[in-house]
């Protein structure tokens, strides 16, 4: 059997051409569509660490903040025990028993106290009834050692205070015993000079 191909050249051609052309885009659609697995494979990975990365997140900011409370409540811990232990070194340290009682021994009969009160170096004087009212509350209890005591009283005249003052000078229980307030005020059907004595150890 004899072909006659009665096609020219140039449409022989062409049509080789396409047929190439086709071929290179399929070859082309193929390694396209294998190169694109491994990227897809890759970006899924990349969304479930994301994922995970989200997670986490919060739990690492859970973790930070148990830590913050453990040193705060650590603290607060140690600062308790170091209170306790101060307060008993106080306590074993001065005999405040002792030293109510010789204080009691100095007082005159013209003399009758209404307050003793301690306090600290760093707050020396005498706090006021509305600045104890300004006070914040809830705050922990620091027990500092005493400086000193603050003494509040009357007296029916100031020659029996500065017996007081004089008395408790020679008890030798105190560094310095000073005046701080003196001034008369009535009390019951007459007046009497009410004071306030700062003594220091």
Same mark, same amino acid.
């Given at each position: ?9 140039? =449409? *022989? ?17 193929? =390694? ?40 705060? =409540? ?25 030293l109510l009682q010789l ?40 027990i500092p050692g005493p400086?000193?005591?603050?003494? =509040? ?26 005046? *701080? ?21």
């Amino acid at each position: 059997m004899i072909s006659v191909n009665l096609l020219s050249p140039t =449409v *022989t051609f062409r049509r080789r051409q396409k047929a190439r052309v086709r071929v290179w885009l399929i070859v082309v659609a193929v =390694v396209a569509g294998l190169s694109a697995i491994p990227l897809g494979a890759d970006l899924i990975k990349s969304a479930q660490a994301a994922a995970l990365r989200r997670q986490v997140e919060p739990l690492n900011a859970n973790v930070a903040d148990a830590r913050n409370r453990l040193d705060k =409540v650590s603290a607060e811990c140690r600062n308790l025990t170091t209170q306790l232990a101060r307060a008993d070194a106080l306590r074993a340290k001065r005999d405040w028993a002792g030293l109510l009682q010789l204080i009691a021994g100095q007082i005159p009969p013209q003399v009758w106290l209404d307050s003793l009160e301690t306090f600290t170096a760093e707050a020396p004087s005498r706090p006021t009834g509305s600045a104890r009212n300004k006070q914040p509350k809830n705050q922990n209890v620091v027990i500092p050692g005493p400086a000193g005591m603050h003494i =509040v009283g009357y007296a029916t005249d100031n020659d029996w205070l500065y017996e007081f003052m004089s008395r408790l000078k020679l008890t030798g229980a105190f560094r310095t015993v000073e005046l *701080t307030m003196a001034g008369r005020v009535p009390v019951l059907q007459g007046a009497a000079v009410r004071f306030s004595l700062t003594c220091t150890w």
